[in-house]
DNA sequence: TTAACTTCCGGTAACGTTCCCAATAGATGC
DNA sequence: GCATCTATTGGGAACGTTACCGGAAGTTAA
């Protein structure tokens, strides 16, 4: 088969000009009716499409856009990465999407992959707080997650964690909870400082010293917090234990360890999620969680974007509000308190 | 900030022609050592970086690729998204993602935009069997998933259904089970169909009469295999139930029926789910089902696709074994076998 | 010394599109 | 009737890159 028609094609099909030809097909006002009919017809005819490339070179517009997030595979960013997606194609442009693995040379690598494409802007959580190869990044971007606070002039989104983890805490107080356990992710990770630092203020708030907080480190992984649940369960043999996961996966995780030590969620071992996932509603019991709003994420950073693109006044940061999704996982404390509860709810 | 330096720029700056400088920058013989150096310092210098779109207007080849798939927050697409990304990555070009949502005329638009933006070559699985859509594509494809039976001459990357369902009656049969009741997909989508031919193939080797087995569909959505459970719980009230659903995301909403239903899995209902997705190990009791090698899946169909464009000799048709993974959704009725099981397993 | 050959480099064209400018024809105003 | 204006069109340039062609040196062989 032979190459695809140009607009020259079309315009000699029509018997006009290219000039004229794009013209009628870009809806300018300068043509005559009968004369667009004609090239319309003759695009149609020919099988003619724009070539995004060329029109890209001359206008210095590639409809393209990018998304570069840690993982496509974890149902959080695949949230995100689909309301991106929604929002691009609205706008009529093309995500070009990939999978950072949290590796700051894959990163840097898309980063440039972007570059070279032309995109005309960029979504990106980024691995961490390198905050020189964004300032040299040369392309619109706006930003989700965390990490927003590098870069007070451009547009980021994320979930608001300090009201998240005011919302689960608040939750674990009203259902007779002590200070919760935590598992953590990575030190390596902004975003577990940002949750341990709203864990701590409103623990404060509660007069709750944060010190006597038993901390596990994970990775964000099912295994990691499988591992975190056993060191945690170690440290802490007796009374019922409460545990905050800063991510639905090592909560999910953290209750499979649970049940292979024989003890049972949630009558010996409360857990609290947070993000949301879908695999969080399959698990018995009920994983209760905060849920991020995932996919209107992805939508308000790409909408962030197309706003700063086009010059449109901007928000900076912005935080959506989270939302605790109760299921199965928390006992209710208040009904009849076990004896030997490590620590004692205030208020 | 100024606009993007071009390749005249870096001549310029490395007191060569532009002809010496691209040269340079694309490793060709043809250019002396110390000059090479010289405009790759200009190069470095002045930040520049290779405009793919001239690239691709130049060469025809844009470096980019297409994906479209039925849902990227789907954790099967996502695995198939994520292998297929992995492997246009290492070719050192980009990947276009798009979700259809089985919708026909998305479909049709994404294609048409794949088009326009001169994507070398396109993963796609198709909405449903209208061949004229993919005929008239015009850009090199491979088709992944269902319905490649009517593209003898393009190369289609599948599960192999049929071995799938062999291993899963099998292990229903090792494990004492009757013929299973089935909880399908919608009658519009080719998949139920591949699915039901080879449960009864099956089972016509087996001597079981397909007839006698208790159909109903679902939409492959957790709240359909939940309802269709419901169903099924109604139609048969008495015995031990054994359910093969024909994804994983329904058997998870199946078991969430059983559960609400007062039965027990796998006490008294058994699941045997077909996908493994994630969420499948979450559950309690872990879902038994049958993998789908998702993320390989992508991998080879852009490898084939890769294959397709170099010219290199093409398999056609292939389709990958699956794997079973035995969790705990499936009795052991060779153990102590129930009463009143409905029919009985030969072998 | 000259011819042929190698090595390296510069100029130009082309990819497909859109924008700017000029040109034509008809219409309008005086 | 002539200048001016409007509506519509065509021609050419430019976006950034690479491929091709030819030329200028330097090198080798006779």
Redesign the interface.
Known sequence: ?GR?PTIIDVARLAGVSKSTAARALSDSPDVNDATREKVRKAAIAS?Y??????V??RSGR???FGLVIP???N?FW??V??GA?DIV?ENGA??????SDWDHDREASHL???????VEGAIVNPVSDNAEDFG?F?VPFSLIGSSAERFPDTPSIGSDIRQAVRLGLDHLVARGHAAPALILGPKSRLARARFLRSVHEHCLERDIDPAVLLVEDGDYT?EGGHAAMQRLMARQRNGHLTVFCANDLMA?GA??AV?EAGRECPRDVSILGFDGV????????GLTTIEKPARELGRRAAQALFDEIAGRPQDGRTYLPCRLIERGSLADLTVHTPLRVAGAGRS
Do not use: C, K, Y
């Open positions: 088969m695809r099988g499409e724009r070539n995004h490339l060329a890209g070179m590639s409809g393209l993982d496509i595979t149902p695949a949230e990465a689909r997606q194609g093309s995500l070009l999407v990939f999978s440039r992959a972007l570059r070279q494409a032309r040299r040369g099912f999910l209750m499979l049940r879908p695999a969080g509603a399959f698990s018995w019991p």
